[in-house]
């Protein structure tokens, strides 16, 4: 079980983040809610001041989304990645890039380092990656879709009754936000399920292990696959998600290495 990566106090920032978009994502659905179900026109059940309060704080969840959603997407991922490719090099071909090493974090310390344990780290990534990706499926497209669908009808509300327009346009600018991710999650399982394929048909070669370098090509390009996938698309993975799974997860890989006479 992986013990130490450079890229985890990152990841673990990441994550702090991620968990208050996610109670953002919650309270303005709450608002959002609130905001079409509670009556207008009923001063003695809502007041005015109430009414307005809730549309200013809604405001502010909403710019508070957005905002932290860049600063992850943007600032951390990259920064999270750039540690993991180092690192990743270091394990694979014998590299000093990280100022310290991830410890158990692979697990094919048996294979020489060289051309051949990049593969096979790469092709544990895309494992690993996929298989995580894919028990994310109910988290990152059911609910949202349900949340996108319901807060589509409170903006078209809010536009008919014009509360408050900056709200309303904050709303749908929410729901394309949870739009794109429902598209993303789907490209995402897609194009994995693509490269790890990749990698079984080259690993199915019994050349390719005697001579890696015949297929240096096909490696750099399936690297090249991986890594820019990545970078477009986080996979996003919840720490408690990947500790729950990763000792699973790490016997399927070690069964998926005899298969494969990986050593």
């Known amino acids: ?14 994550n702090r ?12 659905f709450v608002l959002s809610l609130l905001d079409l179900v509670l009556p207008h026109d009923k001063p003695e059940l809502l007041s005015t001041k109430i009414f307005e309060i809730g549309q200013i704080v809604n405001i502010i969840f909403l710019i508070s989304f957005f905002f932290s959603e860049g600063i992850v997407d943007l600032i951390l991922v990259p ?78 509300f809010g536009f008919k009754q014009q509360p408050t327009f900056a709200l309303s346009l904050l709303q749908l600018l929410f729901s394309t936000t949870l739009l794109g991710a429902v598209v993303k ?21 019994p050349d390719f292990k005697n001579n890696p370098s015949s297929k240096a090509s096909l490696v750099y390009k399936y690297w090249l696959n991986y890594e820019t996938l990545h970078s477009r698309i986080p996979a996003d ?27």
Request: proline share 2%; net charge positive.
């Open 185 to 205: 999650h789907l490209i995402l399982l897609n194009r994995l399920n693509q490269i790890e394929q990749d990698w079984v048909t080259l690993f199915n070669n």
């Open 79 to 156: 920064i999270s990645d750039n540690k993991r490719r180092d690192d990743f090099l270091d394990n694979s071909i014998g590299s000093n890039l990280s100022l310290k090493q991830s410890v158990a974090y692979y697990d094919n310390d048996e294979v020489t380092q060289g051309l051949y344990k990049v593969a096979v780290n790469l092709f544990e990534n895309c494992f690993f990656t996929h298989s995580l990706t894919k028990k994310l499926t109910v988290q990152k497209i059911i609910v949202p879709a349900i949340a996108l669908i319901t807060i589509v009808v409170f903006a078209f």
């Open 237 to 263: 993975i919840p720490s408690k998600i990947y500790d729950k799974c990763n000792n699973d997860l790490t016997t399927q890989w070690t069964a998926i290495k005899r298969k494969y006479n990986i050593s």
């Open 1 to 14: 079980m992986a013990q130490f990566a450079p890229h985890y106090a990152t990841f673990t920032t990441i």
């Open 17 to 28: 983040i991620r968990a208050f978009s996610n109670f953002l994502f919650w309270a303005i």
